[in-house]
């Protein structure tokens, strides 16, 4: 992933997007049987984060919960809730412990450990919002830290449907394979627009938990200027999509 530089004349800006899906799986204690089928998918994420941290060490990350909030890189966090006690930070110098970090932002210290020693300079600032915001509103949010003052990377956490199977989260749901196919060509080839078109009733309906950081993502890099779709499974029934956008010398 190079770097590519800002043009002064628009500030600081993301110089590299990537998504990431969030489930706890991702964590090797806390996948038990499931490591095996989900070690594609891992290693996709932590080639992902290994690349950002050779970009900058000025990480954004944004998620969506059922509630907003921001977690600056002073803060630590622990997976205990899902099962294992697994301790993240967002910064080297993290020291407050939060028990209840919203599963985005866990995640996001999750792959800031798996950078490697890159890794442990990253400075994380976590920006979840609600997971009923807007697309016009996710896209503006998108725009706002796409010049945000000092950082090098967008990290965009959010999963795709859980109605693929039978088994899955939400059960079956035959439009789940249009909708995941339509995300991972949107993300391979760089169609923010096609990204911010994601109707919300719909993503609802199939448990799309990406749809808001996703068209966050729209809003922060509308005209990449190259792409790569690094990985797209659905083991368990949901979506998995891991892409890197980098921004071309225009900026946003």
């Known amino acids: ?9 628009l500030g600081p800006v993301i110089l590299t997007a990537a998504v990431v899906p969030h489930p706890p799986l991702l964590v090797a204690e806390l996948a038990g049987t499931a490591a095996a089928e ?7 994420c932590r080639g992902v984060a290994t690349g950002l ?8 990350a944004v998620g969506a919960a059922p509630e907003a909030s921001t977690h600056t890189p002073d803060t630590r966090g622990t997976f205990a809730g899902y099962g294992a006690d697994v301790r993240v930070a967002l910064g080297p110098e993290a020291a407050t412990l ?14 800031r450990a798996q950078a490697g020693p890159a890794g442990e300079r ?3 600032e976590a920006h979840v919002l609600a997971d009923t915001t807007g697309p016009d509103d996710a896209r503006k949010a998108g725009e706002e830290l796409a010049q945000s003052d000092g950082a090098d990377v967008l990290l965009v956490l959010g999963d795709g449907a859980a109605t693929h199977t039978a088994r899955a989260p939400g059960a079956f749901d035959e439009r789940a394979e ?12 760089g169609d ?18 990406g749809r808001v950081p996703w068209q966050v993502l729209a ?3 509308p005209h990449p200027a190259a792409t790569r779709l690094e990985h797209s499974s659905a083991p368990y029934g949901v979506a998995y999509h891991v892409a890197v956008w980098e921004l071309g010398s225009s900026g946003p």
Do not use: F
């Open 53 to 60: 941290a050779g970009v900058g060490d000025r990480w954004l």
């Open 38 to 44: 989900t070690a594609a998918l891992r290693a996709a």
């Open 1 to 9: 992933m190079p770097v590519r530089a800002a043009p002064d004349s």
């Open 178 to 189: 249009g909708y995941d196919r339509g995300v991972a060509d949107a993300l391979a080839t």
């Open 192 to 209: 923010a627009a096609a990204l911010a078109g994601l109707d919300p009733g719909l993503s609802d309906e199939l448990l799309a938990a």
């Open 98 to 111: 939060d028990p209840e970090l919203p599963l985005p932002v866990l995640v996001a210290g999750w792959l």
């Open 219 to 221: 809003g922060a890099v």
């Open 122 to 124: 990253v400075r994380i």
